[in-house]
């Protein structure tokens, strides 16, 4: 069990070893893969995270689970966790039971209670899903929806959509 941390120290700055520890903190500099309580990553990154909390703030993590999980000012490709926070950055997909987005983008949200607040979002999935603001999203498929949107697709566009590529398709695939 590794219980250092992880510093600016060019000596100490990347690695590849699996880092275990109480609390990590890492500052311009990476490591593969990481389990902590508590993970902090400043300007640098991580390719697996798992953590009670992880905090973000212009860095990047490919894969996270947590239960707390932020992000300001960074990125991340999948975040999994109770409580997922994207504040003017970047995601791939953020499944959680509550996810708020505010002035970023992401192409999968997914979550209990989702808020969307000045962002970019390709696709939408949730129980309850609050739009503030100005924000684009792509598909939106909610139970209740509370603000104003206009979703490029909703679920009756997405399933007409996906039946009519499904007959040009499969013509095409005659061919």
Same mark, same amino acid.
């Given at each position: 069990?590794?219980?250092?941390?992880?510093?600016?120290?060019?000596?100490?700055?990347?690695?590849?070893?699996?880092?275990?520890? /109480?609390? =990590?903190? #890492?500052? &311009? *500099? @990476? %490591?593969?893969? !990481?389990? +902590?309580?508590?993970?902090?990553?400043?300007? $640098?990154?991580?390719?697996?995270?798992?953590? /009670?909390? =992880?905090? #973000?703030? &212009? *860095? @990047? %993590?490919?894969? !996270?689970? +947590?239960?707390?999980?932020?992000?300001?000012? $960074?990125?991340?490709?999948?975040?999994?966790? /109770?409580?997922?926070?994207?504040?003017? *950055?970047?995601?791939?997909?953020?499944?959680?039971?509550?996810?708020?987005?505010?002035?970023?983008?992401?192409?999968?949200?997914?979550?209990?209670?989702?808020?969307?607040?000045?962002?970019?979002?390709?696709?939408?999935?949730?129980?309850?899903?609050?739009?503030?603001?100005?924000?684009?999203?792509?598909?939106?498929?909610?139970?209740?929806?509370?603000?104003?949107?206009?979703?490029?697709?909703?679920?009756?566009?997405?399933?007409?959509?996906?039946?009519?590529?499904?007959?040009?398709?499969?013509?095409?695939?005659?061919?």
């Amino acid at each position: 069990m590794d219980d250092r941390n992880v510093t600016d120290d060019p000596a100490e700055a990347v690695t590849t070893e699996l880092t275990r520890a /109480d609390r =990590i903190e #890492i500052t &311009q *500099g @990476g %490591i593969q893969d !990481a389990h +902590a309580r508590s993970i902090s990553l400043s300007e $640098g990154g991580i390719t697996t995270a798992t953590a /009670d909390a =992880i905090d #973000i703030q &212009q *860095g @990047g %993590i490919v894969r !996270a689970t +947590a239960t707390d999980i932020a992000v300001t000012n $960074g990125g991340i490709v999948l975040a999994q966790g /109770d409580t997922v926070s994207l504040d003017r *950055g970047f995601a791939v997909g953020t499944l959680g039971g509550e996810t708020r987005v505010v002035q970023s983008a992401a192409n999968i949200v997914g979550g209990r209670d989702t808020i969307i607040d000045q962002s970019l979002v390709m696709s939408v999935l949730a129980e309850k899903a609050t739009i503030r603001q100005p924000s684009v999203i792509g598909v939106l498929i909610a139970n209740r929806i509370e603000g104003t949107v206009r979703p490029i697709l909703d679920w009756r566009g997405a399933l007409a959509f996906g039946a009519a590529f499904a007959v040009v398709a499969r013509i095409l695939r005659r061919r």
